[in-house]
């Protein structure tokens, strides 16, 4: 084949698939969906014997997007399923482009239906398999996905992504927080950075923590504006140094000031501190079994301390991304709206 001749067959192949393309969306907006749906299963194997990935890829994309325009949630997440079995099976890499594909589909998805969480769990497993994120699967689709989720008001389902995206998504976690928070489920409003802030220490994202709170604190104006100027708290780290850090206090917040302090304590290895900050905010914290035992996790793997045997509180957050059982409260369900016990007297740590 010369070389003058191969664009013209590019071309004519892509007018080709648009030609289908057109033909099926037309099937669809006819309401025949069934024969649509076969067609394009039928069509994609034809292109895939033919070694046209990209053409079986763009013909489900587009397919699946028909099927959702049209609510036909089960023709949909077939097809989307089809797209991912293609992904996985050409062991495609997490890119701009591949991510971009999968998101179109979960944009037109909506939300809390059966179909939409399978795909996000089996998105994010494609995302583990084909990237360097083995674990926990791609940053940037987790926070994509966290951002649709916070955006439509969906905040745990939000909360069980962002923690495994991008730095934005701390900021955007502490962002949701105080929206959360100014809704009244609950009375002390720190308990939601609180969410934010203790499962990232627990993964060991000491500065995405940090991030949450800011953002956090300053969002959540209404918390500071009353409160006194900050006070120097006298400190010594691990190694004997003093050191002197202004924190505030804030009368309203029992959650709000153990979170600030838990995040000092981290940040400079005082096991010592640690467990008196435990001890001194364990009774405010039992009345969440999820909080008591993301302190657990974080005394073992920053301080050595605690049980050496314990629930992964962040392992139902897993499961619920990689289809395992679906996280019990209190990280799942509504907030709890029980009066919270009154707030500790000031720590002192000197």
């Not at 046209?52 to 325009?69: E, V």
């Not at 909506?110 to 699967?137: H, I, M, Y």
């Not at 009375?187 to 709170?213: C, E, N, Q, S, T």
């Not at 001194?280 to 050595?304: G, Q, R, S, T």
Request: glycine letters at 4%; aromatic letters at 10%.
């Amino acid at each position: 084949m010369s070389s003058s001749t191969a664009p013209s067959r590019t071309a004519g192949s892509s007018a080709g698939v648009q030609r289908v393309l057109t033909k099926l969306s037309q099937s669809v907006s006819d309401g025949n969906y069934y024969e649509a749906h076969q067609m394009y299963h039928s069509i994609c194997q034809r292109y895939l014997k033919q070694h046209n990935t990209a053409a079986a890829i763009h013909l489900l994309h587009q397919g699946a997007l028909s099927m959702l325009a049209a609510y036909q949630l089960g023709s949909a997440a077939d097809l989307a399923q089809r797209l991912i079995d293609i992904y996985n099976d050409d062991h495609v890499p997490v890119d701009n482009a591949s991510r971009s594909t999968l998101l179109d589909i979960f944009h037109a998805f909506p939300l809390k239906t059966e179909q939409c969480d399978v795909f996000v769990r089996n998105v994010v497993k494609w995302s583990a398999r084909n990237s360097e994120f083995s674990v926990v699967g791609d940053p940037a689709l987790h926070h994509a996905i966290a951002s649709r989720y916070f955006k439509e008001g969906a905040y745990y389902d939000a909360e069980a992504h962002f923690v495994y995206g991008l730095t934005d998504s701390a900021r955007a976690w502490g962002h949701m927080a105080a929206e959360w928070a100014n809704q009244g489920y609950f009375p002390d409003k720190g308990y939601f950075v609180a969410r934010a802030v203790l499962p990232y220490l627990a993964v060991g994202k000491i500065h995405h923590a940090a991030l949450a709170f800011q953002t956090f604190v300053k969002d959540a104006a209404l918390l500071t504006t009353a409160d006194p100027a900050p006070t120097p708290l006298a400190f010594e780290s691990a190694d004997g140094t003093a050191n002197a850090f202004d924190v505030h206090h804030y009368p309203s917040s029992a959650l709000l000031n153990f979170t600030q302090l838990l995040i000092i304590v981290v940040q400079r290895d005082a096991p010592t501190q640690f467990t008196q900050l435990r001890t001194k905010y364990n009774p405010i914290l039992a009345f969440d079994p999820y909080l008591v035992e993301l302190v657990e996790k974080i005394a073992e793997i920053y301080f050595d301390l605690g049980p050496k045997k314990y629930a992964n509180p962040l392992e139902d957050m897993m499961k619920s991304l990689f289809g395992g059982a679906t996280p019990a409260a209190p990280s799942l369900g509504q907030p709890r709206r029980s009066v919270a016990p009154p707030p500790p007297e000031p720590m002192e740590m000197d």
